[in-house]
């Protein structure tokens, strides 16, 4: 059964710094991983999607790295802003239950002023 | 463009009671999903459609039904309210493509 990790659970870091969300994942046959936003009492927004023959996907301050072998992603933002504060989820689909997407229970980013 | 839209966006409910969530997408996407989010926790799958007339339990089925009449329509039942029950709940969409849709969620509280 998969399972996918985030670490860490929360960060706070001042406005402007870089900084790096991680995921991981226990099976590594996955069709692809895709970064959600989501905002406080709100739906999940998508942020980048990498297909399991790609390494990396970037937009704009974003850019998301997978290594299927490892089992693991990262999300990288750049000068970080605090509009960039909420909860980051990760979420691998692979051929379960209709190739539905398992997702991590999240990182929830603060960026402070 | 809709998307994927949820009715009703909170709900409350007496611990019994019976309720549908309502999902339509206007994407003409053959595969649906019905998430619950618990506080902390990621998104966990209830029920899955591939396509009109087809669907199948996920990880945590119990407690709910689901029906596909239509590919636009996925509605979520819950016969038996339960405390257990009280979450966030998301349905998605997507075609073959890789990408998944999220609607905005139903919070849903069982008291």
């Known amino acids: 059964k998969q399972e996918v990790t985030q670490i860490p659970a929360a960060l706070s870091v001042p406005e402007g710094e870089n900084l790096v969300l991680n995921c991981s994942f226990t099976?590594?046959?996955?069709?692809?991983l895709q970064w959600f936003r989501q905002d406080p009492g709100k739906g999940l927004t998508s942020l980048l999607l990498?297909?399991?023959?790609?390494r990396e996907q970037t937009s704009g301050r974003l850019n998301a790295s997978l290594d299927k072998s490892s089992g693991r992603s990262t999300l990288y933002i750049a000068a970080s802003q605090p509009g960039d504060s909420a909860t980051y989820l990760c979420?691998?689909?692979?051929?379960?239950?209709?190739?539905?997407?398992?997702f991590g229970p999240g990182t929830r980013l603060s960026v402070l002023p | 463009n809709a998307g994927v839209t949820q009715t009703p966006k909170f709900r409350i409910l007496k611990i019994g009671q019976s309720m549908t969530l309502q999902c339509t997408q206007d994407?003409?996407?053959?595969?649906m999903y019905w998430y619950r989010q618990d506080p902390g926790m990621g998104l966990k799958l209830i029920y899955y459609?591939?396509?009109?007339?087809?669907?199948d339990k996920g990880e945590v089925p119990n407690g709910y039904n689901v029906s596909r009449s239509t590919t636009e329509d996925f509605p979520l039942r819950l016969e038996l309210a339960a405390p257990s029950q009280t979450s966030v709940y998301f349905c998605?969409?997507?075609?073959?493509?890789?990408?998944?849709?999220f609607g905005q969620g139903t919070r849903l509280t069982v008291v």
């Open positions: 459609s591939v396509g009109a007339g087809i669907t």
């Open positions: 099976d590594s046959a996955i069709y692809n």
């Open positions: 998605a969409s997507r075609t073959g493509l890789p990408e998944a849709f």
């Open positions: 979420a691998v689909r692979d051929s379960g239950w209709g190739q539905n997407f398992v």
């Open positions: 994407m003409n996407h053959n595969y």
């Open positions: 990498i297909q399991s023959s790609q």
